[in-house]
DNA sequence: CTGCGAATGTTATAATGTTACAAATTTTGC
DNA sequence: GCAAAATTTGTAACATTATAACATTCGCAG
């Protein structure tokens, strides 16, 4: 498998988005879930760009292709999604964002630019690790992770206009 | 300044609350920010316990206590205590809670049990090093660092009655 | 083809957070 | 002290995010 693509560094995105569905298929028919079209729209849709995507968002989207959709359908296929680490929900902006780390056990750490709003999943061993001890040190038994830096990213730090 | 006690252990919660109070005042003033009555009994209500508390909550308590209140009310307390420090926004639970480290530069960490809901805050600089480190690597310029464990504190893993 | 569980449709509503503007209060400059 | 300015609060409406409850449809095993 090929390294991944930096968000915020123009690239072929669509190559990003048929290694997610490409990874999701593999995943599901291995976990023997089902991928069904409105989950799959769903997890191209939060794959259209790096930059973590609302609900209500794909909502419209959704709606504008002609699917009959309501909140619950959405939200339905990002739970399942997931449930399958297939997406990540972004806390600190209520919004969805694939996973590119998709069937590797990993505690994902996210850089979000506050400017041009993409945002870039890490696995990082010593932020990990440094985290479980510390939680440890206090007898707290981890189960998950939440970690969201908000800065800028390399590009905006330079640039004026923000995409 | 004594240790402060572990919220999920008995202790006198009144210390807690009287300390937050009194530093809250020292910062206000040494900032000249206006801690009104509302502002102040807005904090006291997140102080109440180590849970964080809704602000939909917050607003039910100060509207049971007579307070003429709206959401705005509650969210602009919240907005200028956490601008001063004095409260934390933890995002996976929308929720507020009292600062245990107020004044002090850094960045907070949460441990978050899921049986009691208390939240215990921490300051570790292993944790936040490793944090900047990984998001140097990557030319990225932190900002804000959102860190929430969810898990089981140490009376929760043992105990079968859920406080 | 039929019955069962999974998935989806549909409607309504809950929970969280914001906008906009008016009124009251506090501070400040004179 | 007093008027103007700035800050804070009140008030009403609304925007956004998420869930509950129940009906319907779909996929598939027997």
């Not at 619950?72 to 969805?96: C, E, K, M, W």
């Not at 992770?145 to 905006?156: F, I, M, N, Q, R």
């Amino acid at each position: 498998m090929s390294a991944r693509a930096l968000p915020y560094r123009p690239h072929n995105h669509d190559a990003c988005v048929n290694q997610a569905l490409a990874e999701a298929k593999a995943i599901c028919q291995q976990q023997n879930a089902r991928l069904t079209p409105t989950r799959e729209r769903v997890l191209e849709l939060v794959w259209q760009s790096h930059k973590p995507l609302g609900a209500y968002d794909v909502l419209a989207k959704l709606t504008s292709e002609g699917h009959n959709a309501a909140p619950p359908t959405v939200y339905r296929a990002l739970d399942f999604l997931q449930q399958y680490g297939l997406v990540h929900r972004i806390a600190s902006l209520n919004a969805f964002t694939g996973c590119t780390h998709a069937g590797k056990h990993h505690t994902g750490m996210f850089l979000i630019c506050r400017a041009c709003g993409n945002a870039l999943e890490l696995t990082d061993t010593s932020v990990s690790t440094a985290i479980y001890n510390a939680a440890g040190a206090e007898a707290f038994c981890t189960e998950t992770v939440t970690l969201e830096v908000t800065g800028l990213c390399p590009s905006c730090q330079t640039e004026q206009h923000h995409e």
